[in-house]
């Protein structure tokens, strides 16, 4: 059974970092793109990185410069280290596992809010 556990997030102000974290259990770590997504309230789901097993990476264009995205592959885990916050960065912010070679074998957590606001 895949569990995405994400932990991490919180109130921050304007210009501040949050690091968040998402431990993954029950899958073949190495075989899966781990992402974190976002979504803010009235906006749909949206990319926020990803990264594979051999660490190549992928950023939206808005968090590019301000987010780095790892993974550890001897916890099992992936982090998102979050710098330079905005407002409109705030969010409910998940955690995704996407087999490398079936992209419908998918999980997601349960998400964790991340509120940026003076």
């Known amino acids: 059974q895949v569990q995405l556990v994400e932990s991490g997030g919180g109130l921050v102000q304007p210009g501040g970092s949050l690091r968040l974290s998402c431990a993954a259990s029950?899958?073949?770590?190495?075989?899966?793109?781990m992402g974190w997504y976002r979504q803010a309230p009235g906006k749909q789901r949206e990319l926020v990185a990803t990264i594979t097993s051999g660490d190549n990476t992928n950023y939206a264009d808005s968090v590019k410069g301000r987010f780095t995205i790892s993974r550890d592959s001897a916890k099992n885990t992936v982090d998102l280290q979050m710098n330079s916050l905005k407002p409109e960065d705030t969010a409910v912010y998940y955690c995704n596992a996407r087999h490398r070679f079936n992209v419908q074998v998918t999980s997601w957590g349960q998400g964790t809010q991340v509120t940026v606001s003076s």
């Open positions: 029950g899958i073949m770590f190495r075989l899966y793109i």
